[in-house]
């Protein structure tokens, strides 16, 4: 069992669907990153998460640590939105001043005008 | 603040030959990250430098993959021979030393095609 799991791996929806991202984890500190990476490769990040939920526009994630399950939901989906959505559970030694970044497989996502 | 710039962005190159990769991380970042990302999966942590140290190689093929991070600053990581399981992005990210919860700071990537 991969330590970090995403469902679905691929989502097609269409403009102005509400969407939903899933993430389950069993490894790492209480918190976990939600990243963005269009194609061509770079990876932007969307969210760190150790408590409750986030909003940025019309990107919301939440987290339930006692479960280790968080969710990233896209509201009014768009084209540009389009895009492979990974999520990372951080592991480290903060005494070291360091961490390391356990990351899913990604879902590609589509989203058709 | 300039990002991670990471060259060449794209490179083809044929079987057992050698190809370099440089990073330059955020200025005054002192942890450093080479990964490899195989299309359709998630990112694999080859290396982890702290300053000039490495903190972990467990997944970098020593065989042929060699990374050396100068000065504590740049980075280049080396394949050679290449092979085709080779063909892949590589992404560098950087992160402040001592920061919480583990957020890096990635570049645009390399993507290496063998044939």
């Known amino acids: 069992k991969n330590e970090v799991e995403q469902s679905p791996q691929n989502l097609t929806a269409q403009e102005g669907e509400f969407i939903t991202i899933n993430c389950s984890y069993s490894?790492?500190?209480?918190?976990l990153h939600w990243l963005q990476q269009h194609p061509g490769g770079g990876i932007v990040s969307l969210f760190m998460?150790?408590?409750g939920k986030k909003k940025h526009g019309r990107l919301i994630a939440t987290i339930n640590i006692q479960e280790k399950h968080s969710s990233l939901h896209i509201t009014a989906s768009h084209p540009r939105d389009s895009a492979v959505y990974i999520c990372?559970?951080?592991?480290?030694?903060?005494?070291?001043?360091?961490?390391?970044?356990?990351f899913g497989k990604g879902t590609k996502l589509s989203v058709i005008p | 603040e300039a990002g991670v710039a990471q060259s060449p962005r794209y490179k083809i190159i044929e079987k057992r030959q050698s190809v370099a990769f440089w990073c330059n991380p955020i200025?005054?970042?002192?942890?450093l990250y080479w990964y490899q990302q195989i299309l359709g999966q998630g990112p694999k942590l080859l290396i982890q430098?702290?300053?000039?140290?490495?903190?972990?190689d467990s997944q970098l093929p020593k065989d042929r993959f060699s990374a050396e991070r100068l000065k504590g600053v740049d980075s280049t990581l080396k394949i050679q021979p290449a092979k085709l399981e080779d063909s892949a992005v590589y992404l560098c990210?950087?992160?402040?030393?001592?920061?919480?919860?583990?957020?890096?700071?990635f570049g645009p990537g390399t993507r290496l095609t063998v044939t």
């Open positions: 200025s005054g970042h002192a942890t």
């Open positions: 490894v790492g500190i209480s918190a």
């Open positions: 998460l150790s408590s």
């Open positions: 990210a950087s992160s402040p030393w001592g920061n919480s919860y583990g957020e890096q700071y």
């Open positions: 430098f702290q300053n000039n140290g490495v903190v972990d």
């Open positions: 990372a559970a951080p592991k480290g030694d903060s005494g070291a001043g360091s961490y390391q970044l356990t």
